[in-house]
């Protein structure tokens, strides 16, 4: 342990005040319990979200029209699989090993986005998830550069790179859909259709009901609130949507000249409630695959160790 | 047999193991025992497809544009495909996917490294392009023999049912069809037999490096480069042709 002449009370003020000051916490750096596990909850949460969501798209690898659509999907949601492990390697950095937040996960007491609840019953839907899910995750993530922990800054910075990157590709994978036959207009359509609200929800709940919310902007973790990520967003979706022809599913969608921004429509709580809480449609599965084949790849890991044991005695 | 017709049945060929053997490596993505190794195996499983791109493209050239990448790829039915039996067994463990690994990679390194200097230019750069990969592979399906073999008593069990159970389809990579045989002498195609005896020999030495047994009994089982697959090779080409089939004649 790291013996500090300072009072709790003066260090918590010394690290707002270098919070305020725009200087990065780094992992060696004193830092009131309840902000390193509020950010080992947001970042496992992170890294969790980037591993369960592998398996939506994951879906469609074996079954992608094209070998060039093939190839981009796989790299895709190889990428995905990098980042949750740079995520986990910035958690690991607070004092959490990765099978501690991967049994975390598998107990319930970790969370993944939970857009990745949703089915991807759909060729299309592998474009729509590439382009509004990862936008949505791009609008956040792009705050969350700034964040106030610099291992996870930096993590959000490699992050961001490669997901710009896969929002292009899904919007490209839509186009020939977008401008194809009748029936591939018609499965884009039902794609947005079924993907458009589960996105918005992606922001989390409006920032008078956020419980993480008020502290995690104090400390900056959190840069930018709920509602002005999600009003971010629509702003640049809207012209995508008309681009590609797709109608946005919201009769309340529409500009407002006063504010500048999109008003729309207000989310189902009731729906994004249930599905945080385990009742989606695929909850069950994805926790249910992500734990089988973690158990399967034991006698693996096991005689890794092993292994590596018997090499160093040696 | 003309030789114009034996080309493209050749290249055809070897799109062919390449494609399957990557669709069969992409099913690993995300249920690998850990996150490192979805990301390596996908890595071997995106070398295999895009030299399935490579050879397929030659192929559609060779042919005079008659046929797509993809129409190659995704609209033939199971007798059309030429692949080699052991690329398109089922994936089973990782044990059972690693030792099929190691069985392909001891062959395709050496392989490629003279198929890199076909007199055909356009295999000769295809395949000095795999060697890079294949050397990446073989390093890699090669520790993990050894580290199964040399890990747990669970590890070496299954390590060794695995060998046992591919081993018979060992063989079938040294045997060629008349297309290859004739393009032997023009030096466009490798005579494969040669390799063989080099090919046991690694096996069996890396099997007694990891503490396996080399089966004691011979076997061998062949079929598919005329065509005559296992069972699990209709699925997955079900499964990889759906949206082809569903909606025929769309772009994507």
Redesign the interface.
């Known amino acids: 342990m790291t013996e500090y002449r300072l009072s709790d009370g003066e260090l918590e003020a010394a690290f707002q005040q270098r919070v305020d000051e725009e200087r990065k916490i780094e992992p060696k750096d004193w830092m009131p319990e309840a902000y390193r596990k509020n950010l080992i909850r947001q970042i496992s949460q992170h890294a969790h979200s980037e591993v369960i969501g592998m398996q939506p798209e994951g879906n469609w690898i074996t079954r992608a029209p094209t070998l060039k659509r093939k190839m981009i999907l796989l790299a895709k949601v190889q990428d995905e699989a990098g980042h949750g492990l740079y995520l986990y390697g910035a958690a690991e950095t607070l004092g959490v090993t990765r099978e501690e937040m991967i049994q975390a996960l598998h107990e319930g007491r970790a969370k993944y986005a939970s857009i990745f609840n949703y089915p991807t019953l759909t060729w299309a839907d592998v474009g729509v998830i590439g382009w509004l899910v990862d936008s949505a995750a791009i609008v956040n993530q792009i705050s969350l550069q700034r964040t106030s922990y610099g291992p996870y800054s930096r993590a959000m910075i490699r992050i961001c790179k490669e997901e710009s990157f896969h929002q292009r590709q899904g919007f490209e994978m839509l186009m020939p859909l977008a401008s194809g036959s009748p029936e591939q207009k018609a499965m884009a359509q039902d794609a947005m259709d079924r993907w458009w609200w589960p996105t918005l929800m992606m922001f989390g709940p409006h920032d008078s009901d956020s419980m993480h919310s008020a502290k995690s902007m104090q400390w900056k973790i959190k840069r930018r609130s709920n509602d002005e990520l999600r009003q971010d967003f629509v702003d640049q979706t809207v012209p995508q949507a008309e681009y590609l022809d797709l109608a946005i599913p919201d009769p309340d969608l529409k500009w407002n000249e006063e504010r500048g921004h999109y008003d729309f429509g207000e989310i189902d709580w009731d729906e994004f409630w249930a599905v945080v809480s385990g009742d989606g449609l695929c909850n069950r599965e994805r926790l249910d695959r992500h734990g089988e084949a973690h158990r399967e790849g034991e006698w693996v890991r096991e005689a890794m160790r092993a292994y590596e044991e018997k090499r160093q005695s040696t | 047999m003309t030789p114009s017709r034996a080309l493209p049945e050749f290249v055809l060929a070897l799109g062919d193991d390449s ?1 399957v053997l990557g ?1 069969r490596l ?2 690993w ?11 390596a195996i ?2 071997v ?2 070398d295999y ?2 030299r ?2 490579k050879f ?1 493209r030659y192929v559609s050239e060779l042919e005079g544009g008659r046929r797509s ?2 129409e190659i ?2 609209l033939r039915d199971s007798r059309a495909y030429r692949n080699l039996l052991i690329f398109e067994l089922p994936v089973g ?2 044990a059972r996917t690693m030792a099929r690994q190691f069985m392909v990679d001891a062959f395709h390194l050496p392989y490629l490294r003279r198929l890199s200097r076909s007199a055909d230019a356009r295999i000769g750069a295809i395949a000095a392009e795999a060697v890079k990969e294949s050397r990446y592979h073989l390093k890699r399906s090669r520790e993990w023999v ?3 073999g ?3 008593r ?2 070496r069990g ?1 390590i060794q049912r695995a060998f046992d159970a591919l081993w018979g389809y060992g063989p079938e990579m040294f045997e060629m069809d008349r297309h290859e045989k004739a393009l032997i002498e023009s030096g466009v195609s490798v005579d494969r037999s040669a390799l063989k005896a080099k090919w046991q020999a690694s096996m069996t030495d890396l099997l007694a490096q990891a503490g396996l047994k080399v089966p004691d009994r011979e076997w061998s089982i062949a079929g598919g480069r005329d065509g005559v697959h296992t069972e699990h090779h209709g699925y997955l080409l079900a ?2 042709q ?3 089939r569903a ?1 025929p004649g ?3």
């Open positions: 494609l669709q992409s099913e993505c995300g249920k690998a025992p850990f996150l490192e190794e979805d990301i996908a890595n499983a995106l497809l895009g399935a791109e397929y990448v993809d790829a995704f463990d990782f050894l580290c199964l040399g890990g747990t669970e590890s299954r499964e990889m759906y949206m082809q909606y769309l772009a994507w």
